[in-house]
């Protein structure tokens, strides 16, 4: 009964609320608008150094649609809310464990761990221009938002000498969960450059920097792997996209 629960609360955060807001915003205003856009990631992570060392980033980015809401009359400030996919990961080293074999941690770390992380983010920003959109061709501007993320099924691979040890996926969950051991939150901060669209300019897009904090670390728990393995993960994105 607790996992249908769960499956309808994840269907409606991440499914329908969107759609709510698509349609309720989808009228055309002035000023209004749709971002989407790919961004490189940079994860700076901490991982229990009692558990594991060597923590360092694998490829990451982010692929993401949002839609723009005037708010106000003077065309600097806007709401921001769409749907991202996050992709990103990490390698560290640390134990493997036998089946039937007792977990002793000697600190020998002898295991090489590659873990790729999937998530879906709900961002909801506001966005501050500091030269107004209607008059002016290029505009920067502070962006700050919160975001919701759920945690898809995760991809594992762990080595030893550069043999392949264990394949698998790993039941990623938040330490700290909201509503549900999958779903949790971070708050976002940066500064971008926009072109915007004006009746005698053609093609509109930009640039973000952008700073994402978690709030809570993610872990996984098995037969295998020692205990406690509690990961912090904070990311700079660089955003490019087109605006229509």
Aim: glycine share 6%; proline share 3%; charged share 20%.
């Amino acid at each position: 009964m607790s996992k249908i629960k769960y499956t309808v609360l994840t269907f409606i955060l991440f499914f329908l609320l969107p759609a709510f807001l698509f349609c309720q915003s989808s009228r055309k205003k002035s000023g209004n608008g749709n971002r989407i856009y790919f961004a490189p990631a940079i994860g700076l992570y901490k991982i229990n150094k009692n558990h594991a060392i060597n923590a360092n980033q694998k490829i990451s980015a982010v692929i993401g649609y949002k839609r723009e809401q005037k708010i106000g009359r003077d065309y600097r400030t806007f709401l921001l809310f769409g749907a991202e996919y996050f992709f990103h990961g990490l390698n560290f080293k640390s134990y493997y464990f036998n089946p039937d074999t007792l977990k002793i941690y000697d600190k020998s770390f002898a295991y090489n761990y590659s873990l790729f992380i999937h998530e879906i983010d709900i961002p909801l920003q506001a966005k501050y221009l500091f030269k107004r959109a209607d008059n002016s061709l290029f505009s920067a501007y502070l962006i700050a938002g919160y975001h919701l993320r759920y945690l898809l099924p995760s991809k594992l691979k762990i080595k030893q000498n550069g043999q392949l040890v264990k394949d698998d996926s790993p039941d990623l969950k938040f330490k700290n969960a909201l509503l549900y051991n999958k779903i949790n939150s971070f708050v976002s901060l940066g500064i971008g450059w926009q072109k915007n669209s004006l009746s005698n300019s053609k093609g509109s897009f930009f640039v973000e920097l952008n700073c994402r904090y978690g709030f809570s670390p993610y872990y996984f728990e098995s037969d295998y792997s020692a205990s406690s393995l509690y990961i912090n993960g904070t990311h700079i994105t660089l955003q490019l996209g087109s605006r229509f």
